[in-house]
């Protein structure tokens, strides 16, 4: 991708600038595109440099595009630091507290102000209270103070910015350096020049102060702390406002953390059960196995007492195979097989008796004779 901010790209420890405006402007066209910068420093990022340094000398411009560059700058992995060396004001003073180590040439400033541009009061007092966040979270400055600070429209040497936590350290100068703004040593000198590129965009004539009289429901007359007054009621609101949100949040966020909890304690209570459904479930199926080996064990029992009692009793044959079968049929029914062999004979062995021959001696020599003689006629013919 190419590269519009960063003035040596393959040092370890590249330099980014912001040395123009921020954002696009009618009069003097486009800045630095919040968007590209953002883009350009998280690529930078993720080529695994030691340190990345921001050098800022700007007028400001477009809130919008720094909110690009400072949540860069945040979230970076690689370490950022940022520089003012020269001016940072307006929205590139915000820019200039978000790096990790904040450090200030000793002839530089930094300039805060409200933003404006819009006749949105809601916008602008929301917009407002952004940027109060922005810088009071990384100096650690009070938000009223901080909101008075922006209300004055204040200029901050280096020192001062120090005192006030807006810088961690001051750098100090050459003395060429230091000539090269020796004209502008007064704050009456800063606010004249500051005023001709900073606040052009906020320069207010009786028009736009009539505009903002109205919006605030004050006279046309009302002096500047009348609208101060009117203007920080406005900013209580807003600030009421948002700590309602954030209450409201939080309200919210304990409700959702306890249903959390409790639909992780239904869970656990749902496995236990289960848990416990499956363990008595394999025990009955074990009993269930267990008691139905015993139920066919005593059927085998039973029809082999029967078998062997009819086996006795001479109603079967006494084989193997037989009483096998026999036996397998009275496990299957055992009340059928025995309504058979009830109905069978018992088949015992008859008695043998002594035949006495009462014929006469002749006739049986005959019929031994004749039976003789045809037995060897047989034997002949063989």
Request: net charge neutral.
């Amino acid at each position: 991708m190419p590269f519009y901010y960063t003035v040596n790209i393959e040092s370890d420890e590249p330099i980014m600038l912001i040395n123009r405006h921020i954002g696009t402007d009618d009069e003097d066209g486009e800045g630095i595109r919040g968007d590209l910068f953002q883009q350009e420093l998280l690529t930078l990022d993720g080529m695994g440099k030691k340190r990345i340094q921001v050098w800022i000398n700007s007028t400001g411009g477009n809130v919008m595009e720094g909110y690009a560059i400072y949540n860069a700058i945040l979230k970076s992995n690689t370490k950022v630091d940022t520089y003012c060396v020269g001016m940072a004001a307006s929205i590139a003073a915000v820019i200039f507290q978000a790096g990790r180590n904040r450090i200030m040439a000793d002839y530089s400033v930094q300039m805060y102000h409200n933003p404006s541009g819009s006749d949105n009061t809601k916008l602008i007092d929301a917009m407002k209270g952004s940027l109060v966040k922005m810088i009071c979270g990384r100096s650690g400055m009070d938000e009223e103070a901080t909101s008075r600070m922006m209300n004055r429209t204040t200029f901050i040497s280096a020192d001062e910015a120090y005192s006030l936590g807006l810088c961690d350290i001051v750098e100090k100068s050459i003395d060429l350096n230091k000539k090269r703004l020796s004209g502008l040593n007064t704050p009456a000198n800063y606010w004249k020049e500051a005023n001709k590129i900073v606040n052009k965009l906020i320069t207010l004539n009786s028009t736009k102060m009539l505009k903002v009289t109205n919006k605030l429901g004050l006279n046309a007359e009302a002096n500047e702390d009348s609208i101060v007054t009117a203007i920080d009621a406005v900013t209580n609101r807003a600030t009421k406002a948002e700590s309602d949100l954030a209450a409201l949040q939080n309200s919210s966020k304990e409700a959702l953390d306890k249903l959390k909890n409790d639909l992780e304690e239904a869970q656990n209570k749902s496995k236990q059960l289960q848990e416990d459904y499956d363990k008595m479930k394999n025990d009955l199926d074990a009993s269930n196995k267990e008691k139905i080996e015993v139920e066919n064990k005593a059927k085998l029992e039973k029809a082999k007492n029967l078998i062997d009692t009819s086996v006795k009793a001479g109603k079967i044959k006494n084989e193997a195979k037989i009483i096998a079968e026999w036996t397998e049929d009275a496990v299957t029914d055992f009340d059928k097989v025995k309504n058979r062999l009830e109905s069978l004979p018992v088949n015992k062995t008859a008695s043998k008796f002594e035949v006495v021959n009462r014929e006469p001696k002749e006739n049986i020599e005959m019929k031994g004779g004749v039976a003789l003689a045809m037995s060897q006629i047989s034997n002949r013919l063989k």
